[in-house]
């Protein structure tokens, strides 16, 4: 297919199936199943299988397990900030966005595939997959993120974000519930469960790229390709200093994007750590219950967006996210207010998603180079998610704990919330 049609719902139905597809690794790599297959794996045990120790060794310096995990997952988001902008670049001048797509996808399927051999005795090859399985995951999802102003129009973008979001629950909580029966019923070892999240991915993946178009080739003039990337970045860079609402947006998404994604990267490894009696099959079930109260949750807040707009709406959820760190830093300590905690998550996390991703593209110029205006997106994102990682883990490696962390996370959104209410509401205000 090589024409894009606005508004067609094969078309957007195909592009919210790359959600169906690729939200496995989100939900079984990264928030249940592998998290605490690896705190397991990681720990240091005795003859009895107690806990010993949770140290792990890496060329000659000891971290606690999960704190090393965290540097890790920073480190990958360093990779996707600094090569999205290039390749986004690239992309917008070539065509090619499908392409680079494509080739994020298959690295990430087959990195979760490769988690298979994971031990302690092999701990360096086992991060690399974890470092590109998370490099493959986030590259797609920037050229996946820039065909949502191409295929929709604006008044649909709330909607049609919040389908992809709603999609992507359903598609990992699909896969995570089978998993979960084949390891509880039928004594699966937990190591295949990463070799079915490459084979989900891969194969669901197909139906967003038979459709997607390649996208449509600027016009190039004589040069080297890579750095037409770069001046086409630095063109949509001095654009961004002109639009004052879209420059204060991005500073807010930047500053509690810091607090989001960490909170799913390491709330299960939170849970087996600080919560008295957590049992790893109740922390699989509380990352189902974020996933499926996270359904429900990205339309809530479209509707709510519709109502009172989308910067209030993300003004509530962030509200909510503030409460949320608050009280699980000062009352959760039982399963059972680990579990209401994990329901207000779900509530917001599709929500904040779903939004900051529609909020951005409504706010975008009129422009052909929305892979190039993503890749900024992206990057704010990424970046906030580095510092977010390295602070959880830092803190942490500090403290000798990670309930201390969550005050980190708690003051990104407190800064995020606050930049949000000095964005201005007029459209005409540079």
């Known amino acids: 297919m090589s024409n894009l049609i606005k508004g067609d719902k094969k078309l957007i139905n195909a592009w919210a199936f790359y959600d169906f597809a690729n939200s496995s690794y989100p939900l079984v790599i990264t928030s249940a199943i592998f998290p605490i297959f690896y705190v397991n794996v990681t720990a240091t045990k005795d003859a009895l299988g107690n806990f010993v120790s949770d140290t792990v060794c890496l060329f000659g310096c000891d971290f606690k397990n999960t704190e090393l995990y965290d540097y890790v997952v920073a480190l990958s988001f360093i990779i996707v900030s600094l090569s999205s902008p290039v390749l986004s670049g ?21 990195s979760c595939a490769s988690l298979y051999f994971f031990s302690k005795e092999q701990l360096l090859f086992g991060l690399l997959s ?41 598609g990992g909580a699909i896969l995570l519930i089978l998993n979960l029966v084949l390891i509880k019923v039928f004594n699966m070892p937990a190591k295949y469960s990463f070799i079915s999240v490459a084979l989900w991915w891969v194969g669901f993946a197909q139906i967003a790229f038979f459709r997607l178009p390649k996208g449509d080739k600027l016009h190039l003039s004589e040069g080297s ?25 991005l500073f807010a998404f930047f500053t509690y994007s810091m607090g989001v994604q960490t909170v799913m990267l390491v709330a299960v490894m939170f849970a087996k750590k600080e919560i008295e009696g ?6 699989i079930i509380s990352v189902l219950l974020i996933q499926f109260v996270g ?28 409460a949320i760190c608050f009280g699980t830093y000062a009352f959760v300590f039982t399963p059972e207010s680990f579990y209401i905690a994990a329901s207000l998550v779900g ?31 992206d990057v704010c994102e990424k970046i906030g998610i580095v510092i977010g990682m390295f602070s959880f883990g830092l803190i942490e490696g500090f403290t000798g704990g990670m309930r201390n962390s969550i005050l980190a996370l708690m003051f990104f959104f407190v800064t995020g919330f606050l930049i949000l209410l000095t964005i201005p509401k007029s459209k005409n205000v540079s």
């Open 90 to 110: 690239i992309a917008d001048y070539t065509g090619s966005k499908k392409r680079f797509m494509q080739f994020f996808c298959y690295l990430g399927s087959f």
């Open 295 to 322: 359904m429900g949750g990205s339309f809530l807040f479209s509707r709510l967006s519709k109502k009172i707009g989308n910067i209030k709406a993300l003004g509530v959820s962030l509200f909510i996210w503030i």
């Open 225 to 249: 390709i890579i750095f037409k990337g770069f001046r086409e970045l630095i063109k949509v860079w001095n654009e961004l200093k002109h639009i004052k609402r879209l420059k204060r947006y």
């Open 347 to 377: 509530l917001v996390m599709g929500g904040v998603q779903s939004l900051s991703r529609s909020t951005y593209s409504k706010l975008l110029p009129e422009t052909e180079d929305h892979a190039s205006y993503f890749s900024f997106y």
């Open 278 to 283: 957590m049992e790893d099959s109740n922390l």
């Open 130 to 170: 974890v470092l590109f399985a998370s490099v493959g995951y986030w590259g797609s999802t920037v050229f996946y993120n820039a065909y949502l102003p191409e295929i929709a129009e604006p008044e649909d973008h709330d909607k049609v974000s919040a389908k992809g979001f709603s999609m992507g629950y359903f």
